[in-house]
């Protein structure tokens, strides 16, 4: 058999392991026997990403809210504090989770830091929210919780380690790698990192949801452009903002890295000079008519990806209530935009041309005003 020496680090594309004497040798003791437990690659991965967040280890997931739902699901008896600013995907899974006996309280970002008690085991937020980008208070979140003793967990997506390294105020943090991790938009993942992960590895290997080997390898690739692409698309994201506050067909802009952002100074303390790629506004003309006006950024959810993309959020928004869409500020006339690694400029001109094209103002009367 010839002795190969990969430059990059393999997929063990395999659902078994030979069952030798050493095979709980592997990274962290964990016996290597079958893929949906544990995999080589996929092992690899969690021990990048585990060093990029600061913590002894991750774990990884086959998608984002994979890793929340495991994470929520083995706090079954402890209790979660969440903040309700957050994807609206992960509000619907608490809601849920409520209403199968789980106690769990959603509060708004503003007052999380006040509910903290040590009647709950977990308290979550989101660095930045999704989507309407508010910055929580984390100095405080995670003075307040180390003082009640409760883990506090990040929803680290919007900033990735490059913004933020989560390991610095939370205990544990979940990311969806489908965003900035992996970087081409091509991958569905999630990664859980934190301090003890024991339990949570048994959660996951009795809930089936562990990363393939072959995603592994594609965000191990992502890996290495990671930091400037990060740099790139929060640049091209403050231009692109800048632009949007001064242009007359634009309501209002939100962008942690504009001075007129609520929490722009607490933004400018926590993350590294940077204030990430997504700029969420309200157009004065009718936002889907814009959407479709333009002609090189991309109709799509998700972000992160190479190329810039835009959604209306109340889409996704949908499966929650109506009181709490309007609680979160979330309506027909928001727009998300996820800027990419393309020239800021032709970004620029193709929204400005769009807004054009759009015609006339948005009416108030879509509002019941």
């Not at 859980?192 to 072959?214: A, M, Q, Y």
């Not at 690694?341 to 006339?360: F, M, Q, T």
Request: some cysteine.
């Amino acid at each position: 058999m010839l002795d190969y020496s990969p430059s990059e680090f393999p997929i063990y594309m395999t659902a078994t392991f030979l069952n030798l004497s050493n095979s709980k040798s592997f990274y962290g003791g964990r016996e290597l026997k079958y893929s949906r437990e544990e995999n080589p690659t996929v092992r690899e991965l969690e021990r990048r990403i585990a060093e990029l967040d600061g913590f002894p280890d991750s774990l990884a997931f086959n998608s984002g809210m994979a890793a929340i739902s495991t994470l929520f699901l083995s706090m079954a008896k402890k209790g979660i504090l969440m903040a309700f600013d957050a994807y609206p995907t992960t509000i619907r899974l608490a809601l849920d989770l409520k209403v199968r006996g789980f106690r769990i309280r959603l509060v708004p970002m503003e007052e999380v830091v006040n509910a903290v008690s040590r009647e709950w085991g977990l308290v979550f937020t989101e660095t930045i929210t999704n989507p309407m980008l508010k910055v929580p208070d984390l100095p405080a979140l995670a003075e307040r919780c180390e003082e009640k003793d409760v883990n506090l967990v990040i929803d680290n997506t919007f900033a990735s380690p490059i913004l933020l390294k989560p390991s610095i105020y939370s205990s544990y943090s979940v990311q969806s790698a489908t965003k900035y991790l992996s970087g081409h938009n091509d991958v569905i993942a999630g990664i859980l990192s934190g301090n003890e992960l024991g339990d949570l590895w048994e959660w996951r290997r009795e809930l089936g949801t562990i990363l393939d080997p072959f995603r592994a390898f594609l965000v191990m690739r992502g890996l290495y452009t990671l930091e400037m692409r990060v740099k790139k698309h929060s640049e091209n994201a403050l231009k692109v903002a800048t632009f949007l506050e001064s242009c007359e067909l634009v309501e209002r802009v939100i962008y942690p890295g504009l001075s007129s952002h609520p929490q722009h100074d607490l933004a400018k303390e926590i993350f590294r000079g940077l204030y990430g790629g997504v700029v969420t506004f309200i157009p004065k003309v009718d936002p889907s008519r814009f959407i479709s006006s333009l002609k090189v950024i991309r109709p799509a959810p998700s972000l992160g990806s190479p190329y810039s993309l835009i959604n209306q959020p109340i889409s996704s928004a949908s499966n929650i209530p109506p009181p709490m869409i309007r609680e979160l500020g979330i309506d027909e006339r928001v727009v998300r935009l996820s800027v990419g690694l393309e020239d800021p400029e032709i970004v620029i001109g193709d929204i400005e041309s769009a807004l054009r094209r759009a015609g006339n103002p948005y009416s108030n009367n879509l509002h019941g005003g």
